[in-house]
């Protein structure tokens, strides 16, 4: 599934753009100094980032994504002093050893097929300092659920979560984070349940164009199939629903 996504889906991408550090990020910004040196890691469009970056107006920030088309966005939208964009893969951050205090993280690794997330959390382990710390937020994907579904979007979420199994990618990352952080060595883990809740952006995920594209490429269904998913979301925007929640792990660990 992440390979699927290039990054250039407006619609897919606006799920992204209102995410802040104060409703994400909230268990980790205690812990963030004025000259905190910050990574920000599967950052997206940078709405998080720029909040890191905010919080520690004297230290460095750096968001990093694997698709070019975000980060060139990041980078348009976020033009701090003390803030970079760069293209980068999760699995080979391209920093050295002991590079940052903070190194950041969220909901990335449930979309990493295989042993990607256990890889991540050695890589986050190697580039962060000693005494520094790692934050980690991610979903159980299948505890997903929207306000009010109706039948239709029941369905599509069932056959979201059978393509998430086929593509070899962890709908349970939120659980495993713990876990991976201690056989990443690190010295002291600290792991809370919390629940994630969004806003889904206008038009739905099954949309005509990027999202019944994005549907098509990962096999969720028929063009029939879809077109009744994308009709059931437009009902149920049209009676006020936006609400999409998750229960959620957030990972603090320190080296």
């Known amino acids: 599934m992440y390979k699927k996504v ?8 606006a799920y992204y753009h209102e995410r802040t550090a ?3 990020a909230d268990y980790l910004i205690p812990h963030i100094k004025p000259d905190s040196k910050i990574l920000d890691v599967g950052c997206g469009p940078g709405s ?4 890191l970056a905010n919080l520690a107006p004297s230290g460095t920030t750096v968001g990093v994504d694997y698709f070019s088309t975000v980060v060139s966005q990041a980078r348009a939208s976020y033009p701090l002093p003390n803030l970079t964009f760069e293209v980068g893969n999760t699995l080979k951050l391209e920093f ?3 590079s940052f ?5 969220h909901c990335v690794l449930e979309h990493l097929p295989g042993s990607g997330p256990k890889e991540a959390m050695k890589a986050f382990y190697r580039v962060c300092r000693p005494s520094g710390v790692v934050a980690v937020c991610d979903c159980n994907t299948e505890t997903g659920k929207y306000e009010d579904a109706n039948d239709g979007m029941l369905d599509y979420w069932k056959h979201a979560q059978e393509a998430t199994y086929r ?3 962890h709908p349970h990352a939120g659980n495993e984070l713990a876990r991976d952080a201690l056989e990443a060595k690190f010295a002291r883990v600290e792991a809370k349940n919390a629940v994630l809740q969004v806003n889904i952006p206008v038009g ?10 994005f549907c098509l490429r990962l096999e969720m269904g028929t063009l029939e199939q879809i077109r009744g998913w994308d009709k059931a979301f437009k009902e149920w925007e049209k009676n006020g629903g936006r609400g999409l929640s998750f229960e959620t792990v957030q990972l603090l660990a320190w080296k």
Do not use: F, M, W
């Open 204 to 213: 739905g995920p099954c949309a005509p164009g990027e999202g019944e594209e």
């Open 101 to 105: 205090d903070i190194v950041h993280c």
């Open 6 to 13: 290039d990054g250039s889906q407006k619609n897919l991408t």
């Open 167 to 169: 593509t070899g990618t």
């Open 22 to 24: 104060q409703v994400c």
């Open 48 to 51: 998080i980032t720029r909040d």
């Open 96 to 98: 050295p050893d002991n």
